[in-house]
């Protein structure tokens, strides 16, 4: 009735979609809880997470990513790097800047400064995986000097796979650790965006227990300004305590001082006595009135006249 049927079989085709397929171990998703973030962060139609649980045959402690070109990473960092970046396409990185956002920059050695941020970046997560009970105390001096210039531990604007991974090592070492205060800032920042993307993800395994801080916040003393009034953050000045002096005695005629007045210039108590403030009164009379002799204007000058009679002449 001029109706074909074609049939069309397609073997061997690549695709380019970014699909991967997560092979973990209960226990380790459960104790890694940067594995079990980021997973979650990727999208569920992208990332199929197998959790294999522990039975005769199986591993309690596989980890493995298997992506869509038959590529296999078993080493954790490695895995999270890419799932972070190229296995779906620098997603993570683009919305979430776990790498820094220099994954798509970095491809193919465009970017040699992205190049030496992701070097930097691998650097450190190898650091978290060594970190022991007796080596944290002196990472956190080494980490007090380097965060001394630095937000983060490489050149970013936020916190990264690394600050994730350090801080996840630390955690459970600072209770009994002195922290010194760029650490400390350093710590805050990174356990908030931590805990915050913990809320982003999208997986349906129940919530992420971060685990506290365990720290003070850091004291930020703003600066206090006086004014000199009482009202200003409570400050008063003291008053000044009243002194009274007595006059000096006047030098006597042979240039000897004259022998103190009869009773004295003070009376009980540090009192001036009569004559003592009589002699005072007279005293700022005389300049009163030595002031106002001053400020009295004094009258023009008349004109000179001559001793000739023009009209004589």
């Known amino acids: 009735d001029g109706q074909y049927l074609i049939t069309i079989t397609m073997v061997g085709v690549v695709s380019s979609a970014a699909l991967a397929t997560l092979k973990v171990g209960a226990p380790?998703?459960?104790?890694?809880?940067?594995?079990?973030?980021?997973?979650?962060?990727?999208?569920?139609?992208?990332?199929?997470?197998?959790?294999?649980?522990?039975?005769?045959?199986?591993?309690?402690?596989?980890?493995?990513?298997?992506?869509?070109?038959?590529?296999?990473?078993?080493?954790r960092n490695a895995i999270l790097r890419s799932m972070a970046g190229p296995a779906f396409h620098h997603a993570l990185d683009h919305h979430y800047v776990l790498l820094g956002g220099y994954s798509a920059a970095a491809r193919g050695g465009a970017s040699p400064a992205a190049v030496m941020a992701l070097s930097s970046l691998t650097s450190w997560m190898t650091v978290a995986s060594q970190v022991t009970a007796t080596s944290v105390q002196g990472l956190?001096?080494?980490?007090?000097?380097?965060?001394?210039?630095?937000?983060?531990?490489?050149?970013?604007?936020?916190?990264?796979?690394?600050?994730?991974?350090?801080?996840?090592?630390?955690?459970?070492?600072?209770?009994?650790?002195?922290?010194?205060?760029?650490?400390?800032?350093?710590?805050?920042?990174?356990?908030?965006?931590?805990?915050?993307?913990?809320?982003?993800?999208?997986?349906?395994?129940?919530?992420?227990?971060?685990?506290?801080?365990?720290?003070?916040?850091?004291?930020?003393?703003m600066p206090t300004f006086f004014y000199g009034t009482a009202e200003e953050g409570g400050f008063a000045i003291a008053p000044k305590p009243k002194t009274t002096t007595a006059p000096s005695a006047a030098p006597s005629k042979d240039g000897k001082p004259a022998p103190p007045a009869p009773g004295g210039s003070a009376g009980a108590g540090g009192e001036l006595s009569d004559e003592a403030k009589k002699a005072a009164a007279e005293k700022r009379a005389k300049k009163k009135a030595e002031k106002a002799a001053k400020k009295k204007p004094v009258p023009p000058t008349p004109p000179a006249t001559s001793d000739w009679d023009i009209m004589a002449l």
């Open 28 to 75: 380790v998703l459960e104790k890694d809880l940067l594995l079990n973030v980021v997973s979650r962060l990727a999208s569920p139609h992208q990332l199929k997470v197998d959790v294999v649980k522990k039975t005769k045959k199986a591993k309690a402690m596989d980890l493995e990513l298997s992506l869509l070109e038959y590529t296999t990473l078993t080493q």
């Open 140 to 221: 956190i001096e080494k980490l007090e000097s380097y965060l001394a210039e630095k937000a983060f531990l490489i050149p970013s604007a936020h916190a990264t796979l690394a600050d994730y991974d350090v801080l996840l090592a630390l955690l459970p070492h600072i209770t009994t650790t002195t922290i010194p205060p760029n650490v400390t800032r350093w710590m805050h920042t990174t356990h908030a965006q931590l805990c915050e993307l913990t809320n982003r993800g999208g997986g349906d395994g129940g919530s992420i227990a971060i685990p506290p801080l365990g720290l003070e916040e850091p004291v930020i003393e």
